[in-house]
Every structure is written in C-alpha cells, then in structure tokens.
C-alpha cells in the first residue's frame, strides 16, 4: 500500500519569494557580516550594496501584517541600521523607515536585537520619523537597559536624573548610572563624577 503524501501547495506566489539573483545568493549571515569587513587600513570592504538587496528582499517578504519570521526581523533590523549608517543611499522618508523598522525589531518577543529598543528609543527621544515621546523613549531605554545594552542605562539614568519623560527620581537615576559604570561605560563614569553619585 503506497503512503499518502501531504497535499502541496500549487499557487506560490512568486511575487513574495525574494529575487534571489539579485543579491548573489547572499545568505543573511553572511550579509549581516559584510558591514565588518575592513582592510588594514580601516577602510570598509564589505559588499554592502549586495547585502543590502539581501536585507531589503528578505524585509519586505510577504509582508501581509501577520507576525514576522526570524529572516525578516535579522532583515529588518540590519535594513535600518544599514540606512541610519548611510551605508546605502537615503530613501524618501529615511527617519520614518528607520522608526518603523526599529520598532518592530524592538517589540519582537525573541529579543534578538536588544538594542533595537535603545535604537527606536533615540528616535523616540528626538522625534525622528514618529512624534516626540520622552516618556515611551525612556521606557523602551529601560528595556534595552534590562538586556544589558549599556548606553540604555545611561540613558534611563539621565532621563531619571533630570525628569525628562518622567517625574524627576534621584535613586532610579544613580541605580541606571551605576549599572552603566559597573559595565564600564564612559559617559556613566563621567556622570557619576560630575554628579558626585
């Protein structure tokens, strides 16, 4: 008796499927790398143009408002980071891609880019491509501070020390200062010195 097989699925979209030619069958990982590779003169010798087409592709796949998959969050973020480094050229609306794009990253349940939320919370912070928010940056800055995304604690301690987006709170601010100076961050210490914590 011959085992029945799964039914498969005849109407695959090829529109959604990435045009993999494009960025020369990149893998993501190895896109991911491309913005690290520097020659011995420090200057950038990675195919970022290529890994870009890669990210781009693998961003924008089947983006129907349904959750993401782990290729398109790794896409995302480095799609963002790529455009708010000005490693590609500026598309229109450049601010509001690199919020949008951030924010998605930095929401996602598997937290695989924790400074995400430190990203999109700078955006918050500045009003670059959403509306100034003080009190949603500085809690997106605790997020990332809780991922142990150093300049995050700073932040956070900074807002706290100054009731930026918050009620001014002296404790909350030297417990984000000094997390930042327990890890060594530069701007914590300054802090902290300057402030006599």
Do not use: W
Not at 8 to 31: G, H, V, W
Not at 70 to 92: D, E, M, T
Not at 146 to 161: L, S
Not at 173 to 178: C, D, F, Q, R, V
């Amino acid at each position: 008796m011959q085992k029945s097989l799964p039914k498969r699925a005849d109407n695959i979209d090829a529109y959604a499927l990435p045009d993999l030619e494009s960025f020369k069958y990149m893998t993501l990982t190895d896109a991911a790398k491309q913005h690290k590779l520097y020659d011995k003169h420090g200057k950038l010798v990675g195919d970022v143009k290529t890994a870009y087409k890669c990210f781009e592709a693998y961003a924008n796949l089947g983006n129907t408002g349904g959750t993401a998959s782990r290729n398109q969050i790794k896409a995302k973020y480095y799609k963002a980071l790529y455009i708010s480094r000005g490693l590609v050229p500026s598309p229109p609306n450049k601010d509001k891609i690199i919020a949008e794009l951030f924010k998605e990253v930095a929401d996602d349940e598997a937290n695989e880019f924790p400074e995400a939320k430190v990203r999109y919370g700078d955006c918050l912070y500045h009003g670059k491509g959403v509306d100034q928010n003080f009190s949603e940056a500085l809690k997106y800055f605790e997020k990332a501070a809780d991922d142990d995304i150093r300049v995050a604690m700073y932040n956070a301690g900074n807002m706290y020390y100054n009731g930026v987006g918050c009620k001014k709170n002296i404790e909350k601010a030297k417990n984000y200062i000094e997390l930042g100076v327990y890890n060594g961050y530069e701007a914590a210490i300054r802090f902290r010195n300057e402030y006599k914590f």
